[in-house]
């Protein structure tokens, strides 16, 4: 038996205003789970408040006058009683507050046309893949997990499972692959925990054996390095980096400057090679340049960190970069068909959990120069 419309109202408008109870919560996830028109309802009704919050904060809204556009728009006349409970009020406005999201992604331009967009993106994610040393390859794929050797693999993130001492798997190297467009979190068998950005590959040993910690990472990731006498060493296409226990950054994605940015400790870097080794401190970076030098330099832990919580700066920062940075993380697919704004300059942020619209809404506002188009899981920028 399908749930009751107003039913689902209600408990989507109590979830959203955070006074849901841990029984309805439960019942409303079920739903969300096993019935497809509550699924959609459910998403639909995040999108609209998302995109309502990110467009408050970017410009001064006239709360009333926003209000009575919306009342206009429903038909119906904005309520004079006065309410004595948030709970009250929520559930006299349980059945219109999802028409009423609804109708706001109407007002702020995310039509129906662009969620099934974003839906059809969502469907088309590559999987997370795991390659055993043998070449065996499981995928993971929405909630589904996998377990190989001694870990088992989430949707989102990676758990031990007791080790098997005496066994293979003390041979066994992984290889995690992280597509466009997610994130992975892992915690290595010394206790080194690992957060891995999106379009990275990190190899690693499922038990870490003889006088060093050996990992290789071609993309970006965050580790935490559990204290041990044995040195713990990052391998990468362009430097290697040796810590004891720490807390850094690396970024070796193609197309930019590899970096890796120290958090906490001290680390060791040098060119694959090993000829030079330097030394960096907290709060400093060590950069390979294009003419194959490292640098040291300083940064800004909040921007080098920020992936970490969804949000990418831009900094002045070319649209062909920007695009760049945006299909990788988001997945999407954002192509500039007209060369003459592909070294425009930006500044902002991109939010992952926010509608990729709010980005695109955010760089035409910033030139007349520059238009978007949204057709059949493309964007074209000209």
């Excluded at 109590?14 to 409303?28: P, R």
């Excluded at 193609?254 to 330097?278: M, R």
Aim: proline share 3%; no cysteine; aromatic share 8%.
């Amino acid at each position: 038996m399908k749930p009751l419309r107003e039913h689902i109202d209600e408990l989507i408008a109590d979830k959203i205003s955070g006074q849901i109870s841990a029984e309805d919560d439960a019942l409303l996830t079920k739903y969300i789970g096993t019935d497809e028109s509550v699924r959609l309802q459910w998403e639909q009704s995040l999108a609209a408040v998302a995109l309502y919050k990110a467009t408050q904060q970017g410009s001064n809204i006239n709360e009333k006058a926003a209000w009575n556009k919306l009342v206009e728009k429903l038909g119906a006349e904005p309520p004079t009683v006065k309410l004595k409970t948030q709970k009250f009020r929520w559930l006299v406005a349980a059945s219109i507050l999802v028409p009423l999201l609804l109708v706001s992604l109407l007002w702020f331009s995310l039509s129906n046309s662009d969620m099934q967009f974003a839906q059809k993106k969502a469907s088309k994610t590559d999987p997370i893949k795991v390659m055993l040393s043998d070449g065996t390859t499981y995928t993971i794929e929405n909630d589904k997990g996998v377990t190989a050797g001694e870990i088992h693999f989430g949707a989102k993130s990676a758990s031990r499972a007791d080790q098997r001492k005496g066994t293979a798997l003390a041979n066994e190297v992984i290889t995690l692959a992280i597509p466009k467009g997610k994130t992975y979190a892992i915690v290595l068998a010394d206790g080194t925990s690992v957060k891995i950005n999106s379009a990275s590959v990190l190899k690693f040993p499922l038990v870490f054996s003889g006088k060093t910690r050996e990992v290789e990472l071609d993309g970006e990731a965050y580790l935490e390095v559990a204290k041990n006498a044995k040195p713990f060493i990052v391998k990468t296409p362009e430097m290697d980096v040796k810590v004891l226990g720490t807390k850094f950054n690396v970024n070796t994605y193609p197309g930019n400057d590899a970096q890796t940015s120290l958090i906490e400790g001290s680390v060791a870097i040098s060119n694959n090679d090993h000829t030079k080794e330097f030394l960096i401190k907290p709060g400093q970076a060590a950069v390979k340049r294009a003419n194959n030098l490292i640098a040291i330099e300083n940064f800004s832990t909040d921007k080098v960190l920020s992936w970490l919580g969804g949000t990418y700066y831009f900094s002045n920062m070319p649209l062909r970069e920007i695009v760049n940075i945006t299909n990788r993380v988001t997945g999407e697919d954002l192509y500039i068909t007209d060369s003459k704004i592909a070294n425009y300059r930006f500044s902002g942020a991109l939010e992952i959990d926010k509608p990729i619209k709010v980005l695109l809404e955010n760089i035409k506002a910033s030139s007349s120069q520059i238009q978007y188009t949204i057709k059949d899981g493309r964007i074209e920028l000209y």
